[in-house]
């Protein structure tokens, strides 16, 4: 998959289209963006004696395919490829950006 845990992505399609955040956490072919998507989401009191449930913000997950990676060089969206290198004797699969062609590095 071309988008990775730590990216840097815009949403590109939807009702959050244009807004930029970091992927948290990715689940099959769908990931959650830090402040995107966001869904109130009522839970029960987890104590039995109050009974006032409780009204939460979560993330929900996006497809891969409304995400755009931002490049990091010159911080516009971008299309992700693939280069090898050779690096003490051994191939290395690496992502590169394809308007630029630098490499793209996960940001932890």
């Known amino acids: 998959m071309k988008v990775k845990k730590g990216d840097k992505v815009i949403v590109i399609s939807g009702k959050n289209k244009g807004e930029v955040g970091k992927v948290v956490k990715i689940i099959k072919d769908k990931a959650i963006v830090q402040g995107i998507n966001k869904v109130k989401k009522h839970i029960k ?14 993330e929900r997950p996006i497809h891969v395919s409304n995400l755009m990676v931002i490049d990091p060089t010159d911080s516009k969206p971008t299309r992700v490829g693939y280069k090898f290198i ?6 290395i699969k690496i992502r590169v950006s394809k308007r630029t062609q630098q490499e793209i590095k996960v940001e932890k």
């Open 45 to 58: 009191s987890p104590n039995p004696d109050h009974k006032k449930p409780t009204i939460v913000q979560v």
């Open 86 to 91: 050779e690096k003490e004797g051994k191939r």
